[in-house]
């Protein structure tokens, strides 16, 4: 009888312990207006459960109106839509890291309209078993500002205050320390030798329009080199892709002859325009140091393709080469065949360099800042990365959160 | 020897031309059919597109003109290829005026190679000016940016734009640049405000400089130069001109190689001259 | 007229561009309507743009055949080159093909413009060629790293090369995406902030030579 007892105890336990867990419903679901959007969704959130796999599969199902039955609008597997790192900032995130967080846009199968309240319910399934959770209400509203990309506005203001400060400084005191540029040394050695050998000096302000910053770096260095050939009364030709670049020129250079005391050695012809096409540009201005040879060559400003195809002409005539270019892929073409090439900034820093204006000294100031600023980051926030990935924690996130760029 | 290494160092560039010539040519005439290794960054492009399901959305920009035909060209054929093998609905576009007939005889030739129909499988909605406007302008609203297509058909009811309103219905994005209007202009237009995931071709001069794009993620794949597009035609199993170009290429980069080593030698031979007579 | 020449341009400078970067941070569809609209007058305004640019280019050439500069016969040569080209434009109405026959202006884009930016670009290889035989010498340390780095690359990135020495794809693409990458970075980076501090300045008003004319802009 005991026996018998035993096993019909033994029996029934096994059964009970076979048995799947009967399934518990989605624990903390609630519907609330997606965050940070132009409206017309709503954000479903529930806790994450241990229990989630993927043979355990999660519907939504909505109702659009009081008196509507709910309808399925998706279906997920269990396991599946978590709030990975880097989905959300700390600061707006709608739920914690590794819950569950879904976003029900508007659709043709179901529309959301802002300002309506919308019904929302989850069934969860697995096997015969199912349960549903709770209904949870919410409307969506367009927003107004997007909060996780507060700290981007917080830099971006920064950056400007620091822009402004430098050149107001600047103004004040306009000889900041600005590092030589080597190839700045080259610019007079080139004006020399074209007036020694009784050459033309030919210069380019590239491929980019006045809203460029590369284009304004060209037309301030070519108000320099002008002024130093307004002395030597050598010939300087500027051909031109763009027509408002070439208006900008000719009253830059005008006025680069007044301050030098010459300005009857102006010549009016000096800049002139040819095309805006790449390389019917490039062939006139190939022409041009084929027929004129001459003695220095400038190229200062933005190019693409044809950037070799001039600077290898004008090798072939041997001319001295300086060029200036922010168009970094061109960049191996003019360190191979010019005499000297001012890389990126260099640019700029060398227009600030020459004419010691106190709006691109305080500029570059600022840019320097930021610059530091950026370095700065990059090796704090890689040591604490690092840190945090040896030690296992998370809790540096709050601070790398500051530097990232969330949508 | 130090006059021959003298008379070597400043040679006529045109014998350095004619060698580059034959070595161009030579492999055309007769290629020598070396195989394509794979790298991971067009693979990467081959693999989304390969990953798509039939009657997903691709939006193709053909964003170069005639003069990057041989290097772009090539992408773009073996891309449409893949594209409608796999079924897919393709969205041609371009941002450079003077690509616009390059691109829509591309377009038609492969979609004829494919038995696909133009509206149905596949529409070319041409050029439209404004560049970062214009991409805007697709990201709110395609219709209104492009009410007609390249051949005048109204693109509302377009059965290829079914259930297409603006780019976030984009389910993937290549953009063939040679230049300016290109692949950074889509990331900073369109993926980052749009969030479709998109890819880059180029042309192999302005590839390395894409390469911080690729790293960060930005962009998922990219196809550089004529390389990128023999690995994708190596990829679809068809070869082409991409294929055909790489002997040549192979030829042309050892002449340069012999080239610059030989330079180098009669340069040493000089300096060694120079400093025994000092 | 200074008010229409240079306050007035400042003052929609000022607005349109504080507008539109405040409008990066704002969902709402008002500010979505907004870029749209903009956007939709931004292709507009680079429509004209086109015109401008063949405006400039007629009076500019018609200036030179009429003076007789040295060089006005190239000037000649564009001009019927330009009119032709319009006139065959209009006459096939833009088309390049009309029921699967090219028209003229298709003729005249695959058989003149095509192979003629195609000749300039195609330029590129011999001229390379002869750049890096003039160029690529171990005169220095730094020269000889450059050497180095352009003949592994231009072995590792052909199949003659890979097929060679296969190592040298390996070098390649470790130099094109760690290297090279890093370096592209801090470029992009240096260039972007002066991107960035241009806008600003010209947002400001600080910077005016888009204005065109002189420093005291």
Do not use: E
């Given at each position: 009888m005991i026996v018998a007892s035993i096993l019909l105890l033994l029996l029934t336990g096994g059964a009970a312990l076979a048995a799947p867990p009967s399934l518990v419903p989605p624990e903390g679901f609630r519907v609330l207006d997606t965050p940070n959007d132009a409206g017309k969704s709503l954000s479903l959130v529930w806790k994450a459960s241990?229990?989630?796999?993927?043979?355990r599969k999660v519907e939504v199902w909505a109702v659009e109106s009081p008196s509507a039955d709910f309808k399925k609008v998706a279906e997920y597997p269990a396991n599946t839509r978590y709030v990975k790192p880097g989905d959300f900032p700390w600061w707006s995130r709608p739920v914690g890291q590794g819950d569950h967080y879904v976003k029900l846009s508007s659709s043709k199968a179901f529309p959301i309209e802002d300002g309506r309240s919308y019904a929302v319910k989850l069934l969860v399934r697995e096997g015969d078993q199912e349960v549903w959770s709770d209904v949870s209400q919410a409307a969506s509203y367009p927003d107004?500002?997007?909060?996780?990309q507060v700290n981007n506005l917080i830099f971006a203001l920064a950056f400007t205050g620091i822009l402004l400060a430098s050149i107001a400084a600047a103004r004040r005191n306009p000889h900041v320390h600005l590092r030589r540029i080597a190839g700045l040394d080259a610019v007079e050695e080139a004006i020399g030798r074209s007036t020694e050998m009784g050459r033309p000096i030919l210069y380019l302000t590239g491929s980019g329009g006045m809203s460029d910053v590369s284009t304004i770096a060209a037309t301030v260095i070519l108000g320099e080199v002008a002024k130093k050939v307004a002395h030597y009364d050598t010939t300087l030709k500027v051909p031109h892709r763009d027509p408002i670049v070439m208006a900008v020129c000719q009253e830059v250079m005008k006025e680069a002859y007044v301050q030098a005391g010459r300005p009857d050695a102006y010549k009016e012809d000096s800049n002139f325009f040819i095309t805006d096409d790449q390389f019917s540009y490039t062939a006139a201005v190939d022409g041009i140091m084929l027929r004129e040879k001459p003695a220095a060559n400038f190229f200062m400003g933005s190019y693409f393709a044809e950037s070799l195809l001039l600077t290898e002409t004008g090798a072939g005539t041997g001319a001295i080469q300086i060029a200036g270019t922010d168009s970094d892929h061109q960049l191996p073409f003019f360190v191979t065949t010019c005499d000297y090439t001012l890389i990126g900034e260099e640019l700029y820093a060398a227009s600030a360099y020459l004419s010691r204006e106190p709006v691109l000294v305080g500029t570059l100031r600022g840019q320097d800042f930021g610059k530091a600023f950026i370095m700065g980051v990059l090796v704090f926030g890689t040591a604490l990365a690092t840190v945090g990935v040896v030690v296992q924690t998370e809790i540096f996130h709050y601070v790398l959160d500051l530097f990232k760029d969330f949508k | 020897m130090k006059d021959f290494a003298r008379r070597m160092v400043g040679i006529d560039r045109r014998l350095i031309f004619l060698l580059v010539a034959v070595a161009v040519l030579f492999p055309l005439l007769r290629p020598f059919g070396l195989p394509i290794k794979i790298s991971p960054e067009v693979n990467a492009v081959y693999d989304y597109i390969e990953a798509l399901p039939e009657r997903s959305v691709f939006l193709i920009s053909f964003d170069f003109d005639p003069s990057s035909k041989p290097e772009l060209e090539p992408q773009g054929i073996a891309l449409l290829r893949h594209a409608f093998r796999k079924n897919l609905r393709i969205i041609g576009m371009t941002h450079w005026l003077t690509g616009t007939g390059l691109a829509d005889s591309v377009f038609s030739k492969v979609a004829a190679e494919m038995g696909k129909e133009r509206g149905k499988d596949y529409v070319f909605l041409g050029w439209s000016p404004g560049g970062g406007a214009l991409i805007i302008s697709l990201g709110q609203d395609l219709y209104k940016a492009f009410p007609s297509d390249y051949q005048k058909?109204?693109?509302?009811?377009?059965p290829v734009l079914e259930g297409v309103r603006n780019l976030r219905d984009v389910n993937y994005m290549v953009s063939l640049a040679a230049g300016g209007a290109g692949i950074e202009m889509w990331y900073v237009f369109g993926k980052d405000k749009y969030r479709f995931e998109m890819a880059g071709g180029s042309t192999g001069v302005i590839a390395p400089g894409l390469y911080p794009f690729l790293r960060s993620g930005q962009i998922n794949g990219l196809i550089g130069g004529l390389q990128g597009a023999a690995e994708y035609e190596t990829l679809i199993g068809q070869r082409g001109t991409a294929t055909a170009g790489m002997d040549a290429q192979s030829a042309t980069h050892f002449v340069i190689i012999v080239l610059v080593i030989l330079c180098n030698v009669f340069y040493f031979v000089l300096r060694g001259e120079k400093g025994r007579s000092a | 007229m200074i008010f229409l020449k240079r306050q007035l341009p400042l003052a929609i400078t000022f607005f349109m561009g504080t507008a539109f970067a405040l409008q990066y941070y704002i969902p709402h569809p008002v500010s979505e309507d907004a870029i749209t609209n903009v956007s939709k007058w931004m292709q507009i305004i680079s429509g004209f743009a086109l015109l401008l640019g063949i405006a400039s280019l007629f009076h500019v050439h018609a200036v030179k055949i009429q003076r007789q500069v040295p060089g006005w016969g190239y000037s000649l040569v564009l001009y019927v080159a330009m009119l032709g080209t319009i006139a065959v434009g209009f006459w096939a109405h833009g088309e390049t093909k009309v029921n699967g026959a090219q028209t003229g202006f298709g003729w005249m884009y695959d058989y003149t413009m095509v192979p003629l930016q195609g000749t300039m670009f195609s330029i590129l290889a011999f001229f390379i060629a002869s750049a890096a035989y003039r160029a690529f010498r171990a005169r220095s340390r730094e020269a000889s790293v450059l050497l180095a780095a352009a003949v592994m690359v231009m072995m590792g990135r052909v199949p003659l090369g890979q097929f060679l020495a296969p190592w040298t794809w390996d070098v390649t693409q470790w130099l094109l995406n760690v290297l090279n990458s890093a370096v592209r970075r801090a470029i992009l980076i240096g260039v972007s902030m002066g991107s960035v501090a241009l806008s600003l300045k010209i947002i400001l008003g600080i910077e005016r030579s888009y204005l065109g004319g002189g420093k005291d802009q």
């Open positions: 241990p229990a989630d796999n993927k043979d107004r500002f997007n909060t996780a | 058909n109204p693109t509302h009811g377009m | -």
